[in-house]
C-alpha cells in the first residue's frame, strides 16, 4: 500500500540518489569534519605532487632526493593515493527521519 507519506519519500530517494545521498542536519557535524579532512589530505598530496623536483626529507635520516627512482615511485604512489581519494562525495541534508523513525543518532 502506497500512502502519500510513502510516494513523497519515494520522490525524494529518486531525485537523491542520481546524484548524492541524503543525511539527517545532526550527521552534519561528522559530514563536515571528513569532508576537511578529506580537502586538507588532497592538498596535502597534491603539494608533494607539484613540486617532484623538490627532496623529500621525512625527517630521523629518511630523505629522498629529487629524480631518483625512489622519489618518482614515491610520487607515482601519491597519484595513486588521490585517484582513491577521487573528489569528496556531496551531500543533501534533510530533517526527515527513516521510515522506521531511526534518525541516524542512536
Do not use: C
Not at 502519500?4 to 546524484?19: A, C, F, I, Y
Not at 629522498?64 to 543533501?92: C, E, R, S, V, W
Request: proline share 1%; aromatic share 8%.
Amino acid at each position: 500500500m502506497n500512502t502519500r507519506s510513502d510516494k513523497s519519500v519515494d520522490k525524494k530517494t529518486e531525485l537523491t540518489t542520481k546524484k548524492h545521498s541524503v543525511i539527517t542536519h545532526s550527521q552534519s557535524e561528522l559530514y563536515m569534519a571528513l569532508k576537511q579532512w578529506h580537502q586538507g589530505a588532497v592538498a596535502n598530496l597534491n603539494t608533494i605532487h607539484d613540486h617532484k623536483d623538490a627532496d623529500l626529507d621525512f625527517g630521523s635520516g629518511i630523505e629522498i632526493k629529487a629524480g631518483t627512482d625512489k622519489a618518482k615511485g614515491f610520487h607515482a604512489g601519491i597519484m595513486i593515493a588521490l585517484h582513491y581519494l577521487g573528489n569528496f562525495p556531496d551531500f543533501q541534508f534533510s530533517d526527515d527521519f527513516a521510515e522506521d523513525g531511526d534518525d541516524g543518532d542512536n
